[in-house]
């Protein structure tokens, strides 16, 4: 009876070691919360090319031994952006805008030499804005946007 005990404890631990897989972030900075919920009290803050290990997926954010990532934020695929495998020493500038979800400063300028309207002043400025974790939670709570009351 004991060794088939140990053989199941055995399989189990296999399995969820199997299960557990790699993310790696693909934004400048992403917010790491306490629960899956964008709402939730931010309790670090991942950078481009951080790597952790996430034992899955629940309501669109990877569970993080640090704390819940939003699945957009990063990515399952392996990533290797050069020989010594850290972020930037072997990506070209469009890997590392493609990593960032974002322009750097030649996919911009080239854009804007197509589209000459285009006012970069006013998306520069909206890229500065920031929204306080506490004040988005009073805006949810005043509007009743909160399921269940949570927060």
């Known amino acids: 009876m004991r060794p088939r005990l140990l053989l199941a404890a055995a399989a189990l631990l296999t399995a969820a070691a199997a299960a557990a897989t790699t993310i790696t972030v693909l934004v ?16 670090k803050t991942a950078s481009l090319g951080d790597k952790f290990e996430s034992s899955g997926l629940e309501s669109g954010f990877y569970k993080t031994e640090s704390g819940y990532i939003h699945a957009s934020a990063v990515t399952a695929r392996k990533v290797s952006l050069g020989s010594s495998d850290s972020v930037g020493s072997a990506a070209t500038a469009e890997e590392m805008t493609l990593a960032g979800k974002g322009f750097n400063a030649q996919v911009e ?15 520069n400025a909206m890229e500065r804005r920031s ?7 009073e805006f949810l709570s005043a509007g009743g946007l909160i399921p269940g009351g949570a927060k």
């Open 28 to 43: 400048q900075q992403a917010p790491l919360r306490k629960r899956a919920q964008s709402y939730a009290p931010v309790v």
């Open 131 to 137: 929204v306080s974790d506490s004040a988005l939670l």
């Open 109 to 123: 300028k080239s854009y804007a030499d197509k589209n000459g309207s285009a006012n970069f002043s006013a998306v």
